[in-house]
């Protein structure tokens, strides 16, 4: 199984939401430090958001009051919830584990009207 999955991407119109999954295998989501991170062709992948091992959440200032990241213990998941989206939002989202340096192959998100 690969280490990190993300799921949940696709085109959504502007003011839409869309709720990003990063499945983990072989750690435990409760104990690590997870980020979310997005990148447009050609520009620097961006940190969104993180979540630390004590549940401890950051943001970048482009998404502070619209995305949340969370995880679910129980299904061993760090999830990624979107809203009021801008089509400056359109990026392939990574969910990236901080130990090891970890990263998942991404999902398109795409916000056009």
């Known amino acids: 199984q690969v280490p990190l999955a993300e799921s949940g991407g696709g085109l959504v119109q502007p003011g839409g939401s869309l709720r990003l999954s990063c499945a983990a295998s072989?750690?435990?989501?409760?104990?690590?430090?997870v980020d979310w991170y997005r990148q447009v062709l050609g520009k620097e992948r961006e940190l969104v958001a993180t979540?630390?091992?004590?549940?401890?959440?950051n943001y970048a200032d482009s998404v502070k009051g619209r995305f949340t990241i969370s995880r679910d213990n129980t299904k061993n998941t760090v999830d990624l919830q979107m809203n009021s989206l801008k089509p400056e939002d359109t990026a392939v989202y990574y969910c990236?584990?901080?130990?090891?340096?970890?990263w998942g192959q991404g999902t398109q998100v795409t916000v056009s009207s």
């Open positions: 990236h584990r901080r130990l090891r340096n970890v």
């Open positions: 979540i630390d091992s004590g549940g401890r959440t």
């Open positions: 072989g750690f435990v989501v409760a104990i690590n430090t």
